[in-house]
C-alpha cells in the first residue's frame, strides 16, 4: 500500500517566490519520522528536513520549514524565497518506529525560471 | 558532500552479467542501507546492515545480496544481470543505530547501472 503520496503535476516556480509541496503519508504506528530530500539533476539524494511524530513545533532548516499537520497525516515541505538552484525532483519520505526502511513518495518536479 | 561514498559512479554491462557495487559510510556510522532507483518503480528500499549483520530486508531480488564488512563499508553484488536491473542504486548511512532510531540517512552520490 502507497504510504506516502505526492501528487502534485511539475511546478514552475518564480525565483524569489515561495512554493510549497504536498505530502500525505499513512501510517498507524504513532512514532515515525518524516523526511525530505531534493534530487537535482545531478542524482544525489540530498538531505533537507526532518519532523518527528512527536515533534511539537514545526520543523525548519533555512529557507526550508515543514508545515505538519499530524491530524491530517500531511507533511507539507515550504521552499521559501526560491533560487535557481532549487530545480530539482522532492522526495518526501517517512520512517517508522520498529523499520528501519525509509518508504519514498514518487517526488514532485519543480523549475524554478528567472 | 554527505561523506558517504559509492564506486564506480557508472556502470555498463550486459545481460547475464555480475556487478559489484561498492558502498563506504559516513565515519562512525554503523548502518548502511541500499536503495534503488528506477522508472517504473520509484526508490524503493532492497536492504540495511548494523555493524556487520543483516538488519531489514526490502524488495530484494534473490539474484541480489549485501554484506557489509569489519571496516563498515558495504558491497552489493547483482548477478543474472536483465534489463530491467538498470537504474540508480543508492547507499545511505545512519549514526549508530540504537536499535529503532528516526534518523536521517545521508545518501551517496549513487552508482548508475545500465544493463545492455
Known amino acids: 500500500a502507497q504510504k506516502i503520496t505526492q501528487t502534485q503535476p511539475g511546478m514552475f516556480v518564480q525565483e524569489k517566490e515561495a512554493v510549497t509541496l504536498d505530502c500525505t503519508y499513512d501510517?498507524?504506528?504513532?512514532?515515525?519520522?518524516l523526511f525530505w530530500y531534493k534530487q537535482p539533476s545531478s542524482g544525489e539524494m540530498i538531505f533537507l528536513i526532518y519532523?518527528?511524530?512527536?515533534?511539537?513545533q514545526n520543523a525548519t532548516e533555512g529557507r526550508y520549514s515543514l508545515n505538519f499537520q499530524k491530524a491530517r497525516k500531511s507533511a507539507n515541505l515550504v521552499i521559501s524565497a526560491s533560487q535557481l538552484g532549487d530545480s530539482a525532483m522532492y522526495f518526501c519520505?517517512?520512517?517508522?518506529?520498529?523499520?528501519?526502511?525509509?518508504?519514498f513518495g514518487k517526488g514532485n518536479q519543480v523549475v524554478v525560471i528567472p | 558532500d554527505s561523506g558517504v561514498t559509492q564506486t564506480p559512479k557508472h556502470l555498463i554491462t550486459a545481460t547475464g552479467q555480475r556487478v559489484t557495487l561498492r558502498c563506504s559510510p559516513r565515519s562512525g556510522d554503523l548502518s548502511v542501507y541500499w536503495y534503488q532507483q528506477s522508472l517504473d518503480q520509484g526508490l524503493q528500499f532492497l536492504i540495511q546492515y548494523y555493524n556487520g549483520e543483516e538488519r531489514a530486508k526490502g524488495n530484494i531480488l534473490e539474484r541480489f545480496s549485501a554484506q557489509q564488512f569489519p571496516d563498515l563499508h558495504s558491497e552489493l553484488n547483482l548477478s543474472s544481470l536483465e534489463l530491467g536491473d538498470s537504474a540508480l542504486y543508492f547507499c545511505?548511512?545512519?549514526?549508530?543505530?540504537?536499535?529503532?532510531?528516526?534518523?536521517?540517512?545521508?545518501f551517496g552520490p549513487g552508482t548508475r547501472l545500465t544493463v545492455l
Open positions: 545511505a548511512s545512519s549514526i549508530p543505530d540504537s536499535g529503532n532510531d528516526l534518523n536521517e540517512q545521508f
Open positions: 519520505a517517512m520512517r517508522e518506529w520498529g523499520n528501519n526502511r525509509l518508504a
Open positions: 501510517t498507524s504506528d504513532p512514532s515515525y519520522g
Open positions: 519532523q518527528g511524530s512527536y515533534d511539537q
